[in-house]
């Protein structure tokens, strides 16, 4: 990030343009109320270093009358590249305000807020662990779909043939759901965007946490949200009702490129009746001059999207379709390590599957890990227990039956079939208050 230079600073933090009137540093200013408990603010990144490093970011947030800050975007930090224009945008949006000081709103309703970390109180300072963490690598049960996004899509942006972008900033609660969501950006603004993605946080839930078999509050997640345009929606992962298998995939690696280890193309392709892909352009394709692009547009005809994605829609006009080959007689089937899933376990079902000898010594979670091979269809087949803990009561098996009710998306965001390949899960499970009191008659 570019540094905005000390004078163009000292003009907007001072009114009039004056150093000496300049808000000095400090963690947030004293009309702005950081729910308390609820975000560190303090980088990650800041703190790895040795010791963690001290920082400085001016942040610039659109304030309205009922006290909320919102839209805020990095002015500078110093030093650069450790996460503190970041982290005060998170602390900023997340915060509360009266009504600031006259010389700190701007013509348009915008303040600019200088935000302050200490990396010496950081040194000791475990919040990141606690209800603060920033969460960046969700573990998703449900996240919206292709026909949530067409459903939430402003009518507004509609009638313009607008797409538009969304950052917000959540809280996640003890079981794994999204409150008190705030919009962070929005792009471009005026068309409903922001309030679209608000409505829809709802339909987020994520894995919740737990400690000592305890949920504990999740934390905070800033989410992006692309919602593309209506009359040319891009989807970079649909749901798939049938796709290519390996062995089809071998056959149409090209002749020109034997010799090659590997080969990949991004496809942007048109959906067409019934969710057939048409017409297909290479958008990327390397190596180059090896006939990847043409292998991988005659395989498009492969290709269809599953109808609970497309049928309500309507808005799905395009996709972008990766496609990784690998020399015919490579014989590598990669693993699963990022599942998009299409099927998960009924809340109900899975009380059910919680293992009666660890509900009867009075257990209330614990956790299974299994090791499954994935079918054509994407459901987990031939799964066998690895780990368990606590050991011995029933979690490894537990989880090899809820395994058995899952699926996952048939073609990866790496651009391969699912058809053989490894997946291994770890699995939590949890007995809730009312089912351990069934369970205890």
Sequence with gaps: MRLISTAVLT???????????????????DWVSVPAGEASGYPETA????????????????WHQ???????SVVSETPDGLGFGDAAVLAASLSDAAAPPPNAVMANGDIIIPVSFNGAAAAGDEASTGTGHIITNPDWLRKPSGSDLARFFPDAASRANMGGRVRMVCFVSMTGSLEGCRVVSETPEGFGFGAAAL??????SMRPRMVDGESIKGGVIVLPIDFGGPDARTFATPVWAQNPTPAQIAAAFPKEAIGVESGRVVLSCGVGPFGRLW????????????????????LASDFQIAASAYDNVGGIKQVTLPITFYAPDADRIDPITKPVWTRMIDPGKAQSLFPTKAAAAGLRAGKGVVDCIVDHLGHLTQ???????????GFGDAAVRVA??????????QGRPVDGAHIRLPMVLTLSPDAQASNAK
């Design 47 to 62: 703190r790895g270093q040795n010791p963690p490093a001290s920082g400085q970011a001016v942040v610039r947030c659109r």
């Design 11 to 29: 003009a907007l933090l001072a009114t009039p343009a004056s150093a000496a009137d300049a808000p000095k540093p400090m963690m947030l200013p």
């Design 404 to 413: 058995s009710v899952l699926a996952i998306n048939t073609w990866t965001p």
């Design 383 to 393: 799964c066998r227990p690895v780990a368990e803990e606590p050991a011995d009561m």
């Design 66 to 72: 009922d006290k909320t800050l919102d839209h805020c």
């Design 279 to 298: 017409p297909c352009q290479v958008a990327t394709e390397a190596p180059q001059g090896r006939g990847f692009g043409a292998a991988a547009k005659q």
């Design 199 to 204: 409505a829809m946080s709802k339909i987020f």
